[in-house]
C-alpha cells in the first residue's frame, strides 16, 4: 500500500521550468471576474499578517511567524494538498516553483492538469518519503517560501530553515486547519480576496448541508473510507477528515472506533462492520468492480446493493481537505440521502471556473465524477445533473 506521506517514487531532476504568464490561462474560462468580490467576513485560522515597514509578516499555522520582503512569487510544496490549493489561491500555477511528486500524481490525467499542462514539469523531487526535504532540490529552486508540515516533528522543518529558506508549517486534521492553509496561502501571496472568497463560500455551503440523517432510515447509514489502495485495507479512523464529512452529511463511520486517523484492518473486520456504502479514495487504483468481483465480498452489504463507489477527483482527490471540499460534501450527501446530487455538475463548473480559470465539459465532469468507475453502482445514473 503506498506510504501516507508521498504516495509515489519521486522521478529524477527535471529540468527548470519557465514561469507562465497566468493571463493567458484566462481563455479557457473567461476572465476571473469573480475574484474581486469583497471580504465576507473574518478571516479564519492564526495566519495573521502584520507589516514591519517594506516587509510582509506572517504567522503560519504553528504560530511561528514568517517573514518575507513582499508577497511570494515562488513557492515550493511539500504536503499533498497544498499544491492544487496554493493554484486555486493565485487563481492561476504561476507561483508553484516544486511539489511533491504525489502532488503530481494527482494532477497528471485530472482536470487541473488538463487545464494547466505546464504543471506536469514542475519539479518534484522537493522531498522524499514522510515529507522529508531534499533541501539541495529545494535550494536550486529559490523559492521566497516552503509550505511544509509544522506537526509531524521539527526533522522535516528544520533541515529548511537552517539552510535559509523561509517555512511556513500547516497543522492538518480539521476544517479549521483547511480554512486557516487557504487564508495562510491568500497572505502570503497577496490575494486575500480570492482565499476569502474560498472561506466564506465553505462556510456557506456547511449552513446549507441538510441536517441529521435521511428521513425514515432510523439510524444514520454507515459510510466505510477507504484508501482505495489495490493491496491493502486502509480504513479513515476516528480523527480523519473523512470522518468528519461523513457525520458532517448524516452519516457513520464504523471505523470511529480507530482513534487514529487511518489504520490498516483485514477481511474480517470488514465484514464484520458490513457498511452501507464504500467510498474508494484516489490513493491507489482500486475500483467499485474490484469489491463486486471479489467472492470474498459478496456477503458485504455494500457490495451485495451495489454501494460501492469511487471518490471524486478534480483539480484535487476529494477525499482529503482541499479548495474542493464542498463538493465532497455534496457529493457524498447525495449517496448518503439516494437524491442523486441535482445541480452538482453545474456547481463543479461555476467553481472551477473561479478556482482554476477553465470550464469543464460535459466529458471532463464525467471524469471528475468518476462515472465510468461508479457506472455499475446504485444511483448514479445522471449522477449530478
Given at each position: 500500500m503506498p506510504a501516507v506521506s508521498s504516495g509515489e517514487t519521486p522521478p529524477g531532476p527535471p529540468a527548470a521550468v519557465p514561469?507562465?504568464?497566468?493571463?493567458?490561462?484566462?481563455?479557457?474560462?473567461?476572465?476571473?471576474?469573480?475574484?474581486?468580490?469583497?471580504?465576507?467576513?473574518?478571516?479564519?485560522?492564526?495566519?495573521?499578517?502584520?507589516?514591519?515597514?517594506?516587509?510582509?509578516?506572517?504567522?503560519?499555522?504553528?504560530?511561528?511567524?514568517?517573514?518575507?520582503?513582499?508577497?511570494?512569487?515562488?513557492?515550493?510544496?511539500?504536503?499533498?494538498?497544498?499544491?492544487?490549493?496554493?493554484?486555486?489561491?493565485?487563481?492561476?500555477?504561476?507561483?508553484?516553483?516544486?511539489?511533491?511528486?504525489?502532488?503530481?500524481?494527482?494532477?497528471?490525467?485530472?482536470?487541473?492538469?488538463?487545464?494547466?499542462?505546464?504543471?506536469?514539469?514542475?519539479?518534484?523531487?522537493?522531498?522524499?518519503?514522510?515529507?522529508?526535504?531534499?533541501?539541495?532540490?529545494?535550494?536550486?529552486?529559490?523559492?521566497?517560501?516552503?509550505?511544509?508540515?509544522?506537526?509531524?516533528?521539527?526533522?522535516?522543518?528544520?533541515?529548511?530553515?537552517?539552510?535559509?529558506?523561509?517555512?511556513?508549517?500547516?497543522?492538518?486534521?480539521?476544517?479549521?486547519?483547511?480554512?486557516?492553509?487557504?487564508?495562510?496561502?491568500?497572505?502570503?501571496?497577496?490575494?486575500?480576496?480570492?482565499?476569502?472568497?474560498?472561506?466564506?463560500?465553505?462556510?456557506?455551503?456547511?449552513?446549507?448541508?441538510?441536517?441529521?440523517?435521511?428521513?425514515?432510515?432510523?439510524?444514520?447509514?454507515?459510510?466505510?473510507?477507504?484508501?482505495?489502495?489495490?493491496?491493502?485495507?486502509?480504513?479513515?479512523?476516528?480523527?480523519?477528515?473523512?470522518?468528519?464529512?461523513?457525520?458532517?452529511?448524516?452519516?457513520?463511520?464504523?471505523?470511529?472506533?480507530?482513534?487514529?486517523?487511518?489504520?490498516?484492518?483485514?477481511?474480517?473486520?470488514?465484514?464484520?462492520?458490513?457498511?452501507?456504502?464504500?467510498?474508494?479514495?484516489?490513493?491507489?487504483?482500486?475500483?467499485?468492480?474490484?469489491?463486486?468481483?471479489?467472492?470474498?465480498?459478496?456477503?458485504?452489504?455494500?457490495?451485495?446493493?451495489?454501494?460501492?463507489?469511487?471518490?471524486?477527483?478534480?483539480g484535487y482527490r476529494w477525499d482529503p481537505p482541499s479548495q474542493e471540499s464542498p463538493l465532497m460534501w455534496q457529493w457524498l450527501?447525495a449517496l448518503v440521502r439516494g437524491t442523486k446530487a441535482p445541480g452538482l455538475r453545474a456547481e463543479v463548473v461555476r467553481e472551477?471556473?473561479?478556482?482554476?480559470?477553465?470550464?469543464?465539459?460535459?466529458?471532463?465532469?464525467?471524469?471528475?465524477?468518476?462515472?465510468?468507475?461508479?457506472?455499475?453502482?446504485?444511483?448514479?445514473?445522471?449522477?449530478?445533473?
Amino acid at each position: 500500500m503506498p506510504a501516507v506521506s508521498s504516495g509515489e517514487t519521486p522521478p529524477g531532476p527535471p529540468a527548470a521550468v519557465p514561469v507562465p504568464d497566468v493571463s493567458r490561462r484566462r481563455l479557457l474560462g473567461g476572465a476571473l471576474a469573480a475574484a474581486a468580490l469583497p471580504f465576507l467576513g473574518t478571516a479564519c485560522g492564526r495566519a495573521e499578517p502584520t507589516s514591519t515597514g517594506k516587509n510582509l509578516t506572517v504567522t503560519d499555522l504553528t504560530g511561528r511567524t514568517v517573514e518575507l520582503p513582499r508577497p511570494a512569487r515562488r513557492v515550493v510544496t511539500i504536503p499533498l494538498p497544498a499544491a492544487s490549493m496554493m493554484v486555486a489561491v493565485n487563481g492561476g500555477p504561476g507561483v508553484l516553483a516544486g511539489m511533491n511528486a504525489a502532488s503530481r500524481t494527482a494532477i497528471k490525467g485530472s482536470f487541473l492538469g488538463e487545464a494547466y499542462p505546464e504543471l506536469l514539469k514542475v519539479p518534484t523531487d522537493v522531498a522524499g518519503a514522510e515529507f522529508a526535504p531534499n533541501v539541495e532540490s529545494v535550494l536550486a529552486l529559490e523559492p521566497d517560501v516552503v509550505i511544509q508540515w509544522g506537526d509531524r516533528g521539527a526533522g522535516i522543518v528544520e533541515p529548511l530553515r537552517n539552510a535559509g529558506l523561509k517555512v511556513a508549517g500547516l497543522t492538518y486534521g480539521t476544517q479549521k486547519d483547511l480554512e486557516g492553509a487557504v487564508t495562510l496561502y491568500g497572505r502570503l501571496l497577496g490575494k486575500e480576496d480570492r482565499a476569502e472568497r474560498i472561506v466564506s463560500g465553505m462556510r456557506r455551503r456547511l449552513k446549507q448541508l441538510p441536517a441529521g440523517s435521511p428521513a425514515g432510515t432510523g439510524e444514520p447509514p454507515s459510510v466505510l473510507y477507504l484508501r482505495g489502495a489495490a493491496d491493502g485495507l486502509r480504513v479513515g479512523g476516528g480523527a480523519s477528515y473523512n470522518h468528519y464529512v461523513t457525520e458532517l452529511v448524516g452519516g457513520r463511520n464504523p471505523a470511529a472506533v480507530v482513534k487514529e486517523e487511518q489504520a490498516t484492518i483485514d477481511v474480517e473486520q470488514l465484514l464484520k462492520w458490513d457498511p452501507d456504502i464504500v467510498l474508494l479514495g484516489n490513493f491507489g487504483p482500486a475500483q467499485p468492480k474490484d469489491m463486486y468481483d471479489d467472492p470474498a465480498l459478496a456477503s458485504l452489504r455494500a457490495v451485495r446493493e451495489r454501494r460501492v463507489y469511487k471518490v471524486p477527483l478534480g483539480g484535487y482527490r476529494w477525499d482529503p481537505p482541499s479548495q474542493e471540499s464542498p463538493l465532497m460534501w455534496q457529493w457524498l450527501a447525495a449517496l448518503v440521502r439516494g437524491t442523486k446530487a441535482p445541480g452538482l455538475r453545474a456547481e463543479v463548473v461555476r467553481e472551477y471556473k473561479f478556482l482554476y480559470g477553465a470550464e469543464p465539459t460535459d466529458a471532463q465532469l464525467d471524469t471528475v465524477l468518476q462515472v465510468r468507475a461508479n457506472s455499475g453502482s446504485r444511483d448514479y445514473d445522471d449522477f449530478g445533473r
